[in-house]
């Protein structure tokens, strides 16, 4: 029998989540909540948000969805796979508890200090003046981080006095954020790249990996971003590298999840770097990755639908298979981005694209895309090398015409 899914989000992770089961020869009908304007080619959207929780449940019960699929952390913290679960729903995301990976800094810290997962050495505050005072006693650059969701902003490497002030002014005192812990740690330095997983519990299900560029500009200058952009295909991480990070950390740190009563039962994102004294991680995500699914989904060649399915049953998986290639995309974004930018401007020539273009914040307008987000589009192209991969994705880049759009020039350049 052909199975009906609903996605839960609205952006370019949830349009390659689409893009995915839209492959599996088991799904005939796709919901998404709500979606975009480019999801909306492939799946139904549904004007709800993707942490109203009640209308979430409510409306899959009533379309009996038999597998619900979940991207933003903000609907997982919400406590979405708690409900559904309740309501005898299928879903692919962890509880609200088993969430606090990435909800919580500080749990986190905690959970790899007390089960040795390697980390950077750390210290917690809730005070604007202490934490000052410790962070000026210590050597720059300062890695402040808000403790709690705040859509990959909530980090700040201040290199000296003065930024870490007004870093901690920002997330202490006026709490842009929320009210929230501020975690200081030690700086790491090395390639960072991102080691996704199917999770259920004690099984890890590798994925391959990334590297994703947060800063909004060239040389990873500028503020940081949501990311500009992800590759696959890792010249500067050996096989060995690769099979510490799976069996010492994502591992581990699904069994110390299961030994503290929270589970996992989705994706487990690490973001780790490669230092001179070994890998370590710089943080977890209890969900896919942003902008690293894009990249890194086009190559699975397993059913989405049976790994997703069999996670969210707790039933054990077939290893997923993955396409022999590297994938490289370039997020396109609204100028201004990601401070204030306008909506609204026409976007031409996507028609002439022959390779996947992911919409991020996109509108439907007269008949015609307009930007409707700070970033707007992703661009993936495929190669037999990252340098392939490179000249296919610039060169449908160019093809896409719409004067209030930037992009990286240099995404993958560490590997090149």
């Known amino acids: 029998m052909k199975k009906t899914v609903l996605v839960i989000g609205g952006g370019g992770r949830e349009h390659a989540i689409v893009c995915a089961l839209r492959r599996s020869p088991q799904v005939e009908k796709i919901y998404c909540a709500p979606g975009n304007a480019g999801i909306a080619q492939q799946a139904e959207c549904i004007p709800l948000k993707d942490t109203d929780v009640e209308g979430l449940k409510a409306f899959a019960l009533e379309k009996g969805v038999d597998l619900t699929v979940v991207g933003p952390e903000a609907a997982l913290a919400a406590g979405v796979a708690d409900a559904f679960r309740a309501a005898g729903l299928k879903i692919f995301g962890h509880s609200a508890s088993a969430t ?5 800094k500080e ?17 917690s505050f809730s005070e604007y003046d202490e934490a000052l005072a410790y962070v000026l006693s210590r050597p720059f650059p300062a890695v402040l981080k808000y403790d709690g969701l705040a859509a990959g902003k909530g980090v700040v490497i201040a290199q000296d006095a ?5 870093a901690l002014q920002d997330m202490l005192v006026d709490e842009s954020f929320g009210k929230g812990r501020v ?7 090395g390639p960072e790249f991102s080691f996704m997983c199917f999770v259920d519990g004690e099984r890890v299900y590798p994925m391959p990996l990334a590297q994703d560029h947060k800063r909004a500009f060239d040389g990873d200058k500028g503020p940081n971003t949501g990311g500009m952009g992800a590759y696959t295909g890792l010249p500067f991480i050996s096989e060995e590298d690769r099979e510490f990070a799976y069996r010492h950390i994502l591992c581990a740190t699904a069994s110390a999840m299961c030994k503290e009563g929270r589970p996992l039962c989705g994706v487990l994102y690490g973001g780790l770097m490669k230092t001179p004294q070994g890998i370590k991680v710089i943080e977890f995500n209890a969900r896919f990755g942003d902008p690293e699914t894009e990249v890194v989904l086009p190559l699975l060649e397993s059913d989405a639908y049976e790994i997703f399915s069999a996670v969210a049953s707790g039933e054990e998986a077939q290893q997923p298979r993955w396409r022999d290639a590297v994938t490289m995309g370039v997020v396109l974004a609204s100028k201004g981005y990601p401070g204030h930018y306008e909506k609204g401007f026409p976007i031409a020539g996507l028609e002439k694209v022959s390779t996947p273009v992911l919409h991020m914040g996109t509108a439907l307008r007269e008949g015609g895309y307009v930007t409707a987000g700070g970033r707007v589009l992703m661009v993936v192209a495929e190669g037999k090398d990252i340098a392939a991969a490179r000249e296919k994705v610039y060169a449908e880049i160019a093809r896409i015409d719409c004067p209030n759009l930037f992009f990286r020039y240099d995404i993958a350049y560490q590997a090149l």
């Not at 975690?183 to 330095?189: K, Q, S, W, Y």
């Open 107 to 123: 749990f986190a810290k905690r959970l790899m200090e007390k089960y040795g997962i390697p980390t950077a050495a750390y210290r």
């Open 162 to 166: 003065q930024e870490a002030r007004a």
């Open 100 to 104: 606090a990976i990435e909800s919580s």
């Open 183 to 189: 975690v200081v740690e030690d700086f790491l330095t």
